[in-house]
């Protein structure tokens, strides 16, 4: 269901993501369109889409702010990649394990500014007020989550491994919350005209959403799964602060802590899989998946039921249904 | 002489440039506020203030221009002194050297952003259409400097030794003849009102400009001068490419080819002082630095000439004199 409702989006703004990228066989072109090509789920571009039609807007409008939208999170993808020394997206190599980190970097930048121009078009589209407001949301938005990354990146260059359940969600409330939930859905509502009223329901209920989709993302990453387009195990190699391991940190034994510090502090590549799989068993021991996965559904209980409280004004549209089989997959999905 | 004008462009522009910058003490806002304190001489900005002056703009619609290219001048400052494992920039650590690489790739994200945050505030100072003209030029300069920057990468990575002259100028005309001098000077002029003729004979005497820059440049970069803010000899630890390596390839023998070529394929940090000193004694035995300062002569002489004759036509006011004191400073510098 939600699947179609992804595939269905994608079908409207890929084409008109295309055309924005280099066409040539040069490497530089190729470089820039590998990870739009792998295209992804699509799902904040779903965000905005059916956010835009659940508050009445017309869909076509939304099309190129959701383009510009998947072109910010490929050059997000392509330089957090190279920040977590990822191995794999979407099912495929990361971009700077084909061609290096340097060349990987420079992708970005010419995606982020591939990003920009798309949204200037959206001027002629939106008038100029409208398109304006668009700009300065993504702006604030990607401003605060380049903030949130650079904590991120200092939890694991300064190995502070004692990182609480405050701090976890500190970061998922900007990364996850207000970048992967809360703007999607207000700029598909202000292209709609919503009323500031509906701007700030949509963050009542996207915060718990916000939450709900990392930790199960973060669950999803301690399984072996075909579906999921990452290595198994990727976090824990790239050193990543989930509530697994906060929760197994903060009840396991001293001696353990210890064995689990030494194995955080290392750097990538210089993990074992078996050290890997020592924090995995450490986490079944102490259940630190199912307490995860208590509050991955605990949020999503909360998201749902405020989506439908907040919304009950709204009609029972085609687009209302979809979004809410959205937000349902997205806080309870399992690949 | 050009120094003042340097600063005085400088004074007027970095007020209009700091309130876009973050203002905390936490580390995030102290790293990207880093670059742009550390200021650097203004030449981009000064061009752009200049060239609007020399058409008859007032002085302060060019100001938030300057000050947006100069947050994508540390922005690419950033990324570029990271894609080239630099040293010094400005006579202080690379960012990257402070903070480590993906830090600092995050800080030039930022500075990215806040580029066309500001540029997107001369909507209101200039009006649309014209706001708009400026963000396309940009747009389009920078990605062809992006995809410039790819090019000289690749050299690096591939280790391609036997660059030609014609190879290294596609480069430079790139990066220092659109990115450095034709575009900043094209922005004045749009500003100002210029005529499309006028903004083709910037084209005319800013190319050979740009090449006398750029040899120049890497001539100082063979010096050891206090006022230079790099390392001496950092081209060749990194790497570069320039006229003199060229030269001094094609002319030396094939033992002493096989040298440089064994030198050039070693990663920065494995350059011994002693393999870089015997590419410079190379350089000077075959008169590399003299044929280089030879073409730098030709083309700074070329810039003026051509500057001197297409622009007879407008008035000797002070921004005319300014701009012609920069250029010669530009093409014929030596610190």
Request: with cysteine; hydrophobic share 35%.
């Amino acid at each position: 269901m939600a699947k179609k409702i992804l595939d269905d989006v994608k079908a409207k703004v890929w084409p008109v993501y295309q055309p924005y990228l280099p066409k040539g066989d040069d490497e530089f072109s190729v470089m820039v369109r590998d990870y739009p090509e792998r295209q992804g789920k699509y799902g904040r571009a779903a965000l905005i889409c059916l956010s835009n039609e659940l508050f009445g807007g017309k869909p076509e409008r939304a099309y190129l702010t959701a383009a510009a939208y998947q072109a910010g999170e490929d050059w997000i993808l392509i330089h957090d990649d190279f920040h977590d020394e990822s191995e794999e997206r979407r099912h495929l190599p990361c971009l700077h394990q084909i061609y290096g980190e340097k060349h990987a970097v420079n992708a970005g930048d010419a995606l982020h500014m591939i990003m920009w121009s798309m949204l200037r078009n959206n001027h002629q589209l939106l008038g100029e007020t409208l398109a304006r407001t668009l700009e300065d949301k993504i702006h604030e938005t990607l401003l605060t989550t380049t903030k949130g990354q650079h904590v991120e990146l200092n939890w694991i260059k300064n190995n502070c491994i004692g990182v609480t359940d405050d701090d976890y969600f500190y970061k998922v409330d900007i990364i996850s919350g207000l970048y992967t939930i809360i703007t999607p859905l207000q700029l598909g509502a202000i292209i709609a005209g919503a009323s500031e009223s509906d701007l700030q329901k949509i963050v009542k209920f996207a915060k718990p959403l916000g939450r709900a989709f990392q930790i199960r993302d973060d669950v999803l990453n301690l399984l072996e799964k075909k579906e999921y387009g990452k290595e198994a195990y990727g976090d824990i190699y790239e050193g990543k602060r989930t509530l697994m391991l906060t929760h197994a940190f903060i009840n396991c034994t001293p001696s353990e802590q210890e064995r689990v510090a030494e194995i955080y502090a290392k750097k990538r590549k210089e993990k074992t899989a078996g050290e890997v799989a020592y924090v995995v068993e450490l986490m079944k021991k102490y259940d630190s998946i199912k307490y995860a996965q208590k509050f991955a559904e605990d949020y999503a209980k909360d998201a749902l039921n405020i989506f439908d409280k907040e919304f009950s004004h709204l009609p029972a549209t085609q687009a209302k249904q979809d979004l809410r089989t959205l937000i349902e997959y997205m806080a309870m999905r399992t690949e």
